[in-house]
């Protein structure tokens, strides 16, 4: 049943009507008559007799015959909920979208099989899987899939990989050998690339994309073709990762270390362990793909789970631009324009020397906006606002300052410590560095790709891409440099991830670049003997997952321990915490100040009692729940974001 509380997460019996016998099936929407109110729910399953000793009550109505909640994706919400301490109403409403009655009505009833795969076009039986010789063990993974069995990879893709055609080729092998596919990926963008290069290689009407974003009827349309058997793929963000594929075969998921894959809802599973533990309950291929890798995909090449996909050396050094770091202030070029676009000498030269080669140049810059913090001109104060303290910042080069958090614009702000009232930049974003830019060379048209406008490519000629992290498009020919700018942004996060979370994004940056043997050139702006800046330069993320995977191991945070977080008022998380039969193990961090007045405390066991973890906080609030105790706690099991 629809009813999120911990104490009633468990299956109830009912009886079902002899009117609706026939189509009252397993994995239907019925309305059911709970506590003296109409709730919705799901049959689990049909049976001849109850185990419950009482009077048991009539199903209200069926909502709807189709089928959409299948055996599989059931036992699969049933290991997520348990997994993350939540509850099972909590993942159905993830898995399954709202019913669309009309796109019910407009498609006729499911084949009892997939289609058989289109034949390939004469030449093309060559052509299949033409990337992945550059790896040595690709053209065994692709063999494995097209025998029908189920191998495990992590696949580090190289500089320049066109890696949607990639995941399309093991796609057909898989559709080929009979079975179906699901694959994620992070943002709309690259579902777009990875929709085009499957429609490219299986034809049209062979697969369906599936996103929150397409909207109520789009979607459960998708969902309909999906649960139907009419497509044997499904693509999509991370709303794909229940997709009730049938015969499912492979999952795949691409750069597993972007944000946008955690879920923000209850029980706020991330869609690589979704897909890991369906493959594991499915006995299916996985493929877990990116430039970076994140220490949880080590995890599993290092366990034996998974193998690794690499290029060797010299395949790599062929493929991969020239890599250079650089200071900062002090090493600022010469020439007036150079120092007024903020570029050190390097930097400068890589950008002069493609655009007079007639290349396209790719500038990153983390922060998005004109000027997003200020400080006072005179003593460096940082700017914040008078009513609620937030950081000032400035839109445009006339505009007065604005708060980041209330909004309030603050005309006549005042420095409390010295009374200036001129202003200095204490970040520089995107906007602004494109002014500079514009500035510096003038006769060079200026392109910019950010949350508000993302571009998906830029023509391969002269020009001056600014782009924030995630939102490069991608130059014919690739980039004649990329500019890594403003490291410290990313580096100095207060984060656990962020020297991770930084190398993936420059990775992601830099392999958009020409190999070095055309010219292509990558200048990051930071200490060479950092280790992600190493890990960049030497283009080996699996050393800086080694290491990242080391450390955490030495101090006990994911993925080599389980932690949960309980976030709630105080007495609320203190209550929850006395009422949890915790592992032995278990260790108590905390706790730390949160958001609106609210506590935060961290629970940390070994991974051999991650089970019990959950099982101890799903257990406490059930308890609460079943006590009426409030207000509520957050439970977030391995959270994406720990500090």
Known sequence: MDVPLAHLDRPFDYLVPAELAELAGAGTRVRVRFAGQLVDGWILER????????????????????????????????????????????????????????????????????????????????????????????????????????????????????????????????????????????????????????????????????????????RYRAFLAASRGRVPVVIGTRAAMFAPVTDLGLVAIWDDGDDLHAEPRAPYPHAREVLLTRAQLGDAAV??????????????????????????RSTLRSRTPRITPTGDDPQLARDPAAASARLPSLAWEAARAALQADAPVLVQVPRRGYLPAVACAECRTPARCPHCAGPLALRSAGAAPTCRWCARVAAGYACPECGGRRFRAAVVGARRTAEELGRAFPDVPVRTSGREEVLATVPGEAGLVIATPGAEPVAEGGYGAVLLLDSWALLTRADLRAGEEALR??????????????????????????????????????????????????????????????????????????AARLPPAAELLGPVPAPEGQERMLVRVPRSQAAALAAALHEAAAVRTARKAGPPVRIQVDPHDIF
């Open 47 to 218: 049976a001849e007799l109850s185990g419950h000793d009482g009077r048991l009550s009539y199903l209200e109505r069926l909502v709807s015959a189709e089928p959409v909640l299948s055996p599989e994706i059931a036992r699969l919400a049933r290991a997520v909920a348990d997994r993350y301490a939540g509850n099972l109403s909590d993942v159905l409403r993830l898995a399954v979208p709202p019913r669309h009655a009309r796109v019910e009505r407009e498609t006729g009833p499911a084949p009892s099989t997939h289609p058989p795969a289109p034949p390939p076009e004469e030449g093309a039986g060559a052509a299949a899987g033409a990337g992945w010789p550059s790896y040595p063990a690709g053209p065994g993974y692709l063999r494995a899939l097209a025998e029908g069995r189920a191998p495990r990879a992590v696949w580090s893709a190289l500089p320049g990989e066109d890696w949607a055609v990639r995941f399309a080729e093991v796609i057909e092998a898989t559709v080929r050998a009979g079975r179906g596919a699901v694959a994620v990926v992070g943002d709309a963008r690259d579902l777009d690339r990875l929709d085009a290069a499957l429609t490219g290689l299986l034809g049209a009407g062979r697969h369906v994309a599936l996103s929150a974003a397409l909207g109520p009827a789009r």
């Open 505 to 578: 994004r420059w990775l992601a940056a830099a392999a958009l670049a020409r190999p070095g043997a055309v010219g292509g050139r990558v200048v990051v702006v930071a200490d060479g003997a950092l280790a992600p800046v190493q890990a960049l330069l030497r283009w080996d993320p699996g050393w800086f997952a080694d290491r990242e995977l080391a450390e955490r191991r030495e101090l006990g945070f994911p993925p080599a321990a389980r932690m949960a977080s309980l976030t709630g008022m105080a007495a609320a998380v203190a209550d929850l915490v006395e």
């Open 287 to 312: 493929l877990v793909g990116g430039y970076a890798r994140t220490a949880e995909s080590r995890l599993l090449v290092e366990t034996g789970w998974a193998r690794e996909i690499v290029a060797d």
